[in-house]
């Protein structure tokens, strides 16, 4: 059985943007923490719904039609299918809950691309 | 496609303790919010993981052979199969990330027991 988590604990640990990290996994799904400056890559997941959770700072999510802009303490859901680019206009800790098959920049190709089996678990 | 939440807007909502309600829904899961007050049932899930995020005040969580105290910030994940009881020593707010079907009471029948077709969606 794992320990218990603090996610201030586990971010204390990196500085690297856009890199998430597991901290915990349940039910075929990862609880992931992720640092955020500046702009993602436009992608989507085929099978995945992805929830952003922000935990300090603020973060926009740019939609083809519109965008969501959460403040800390709020999440948002973005259904399988549907584009999305992360933007954070400054430093942002953000809890990421997925499938463990998540790949993080969807079906795009980028620097920023981790394969989901080679996720660091922290 | 559901808005972004608000966790703290979604918990002034209600003041009843140990009535999980659902704020969110992705890949077969809920996002529940639940205020806790005073000792909770020993239960089991016998299919379902369950996290604990401890939003505000603490929470304690009674295993047979241990127990794991959260404060503000950190979760614990209770595997499938393994009893647990949570008390809160002091009024706490806690996220609970878990499959849809997931009975708050396990196999337990008690007056804390809803059905997960009758949680409230809020």
Known sequence: ??????????????????????????????VKVVKCEGEYVWHHHEQEDE???VLKGRLRIL?????????AG?????PRGVEHKPVADEPA????????TTRNTGTVDHAYT???AELEKI
Do not use: C, H
């Not at 794992?2 to 990862?30: H, I, M, R």
């Not at 800790?93 to 463990?100: A, C, D, G, K």
């Open 1 to 30: 059985m794992a320990d218990k988590v603090s996610l201030a604990a586990k971010l204390a640990t990196f500085d690297e943007t856009w890199v998430p990290k597991v901290v915990g996994e349940l039910n075929g799904q990862y």
């Open 51 to 53: 929830l952003f959770y």
């Open 63 to 71: 939609l083809r039609d519109r965008e969501v802009a959460l403040e």
């Open 74 to 78: 709020e999440f948002f859901i973005v």
């Open 93 to 100: 800790e953000v809890v990421l809950f997925e499938p463990v």
């Open 114 to 116: 981790i394969e989901a």
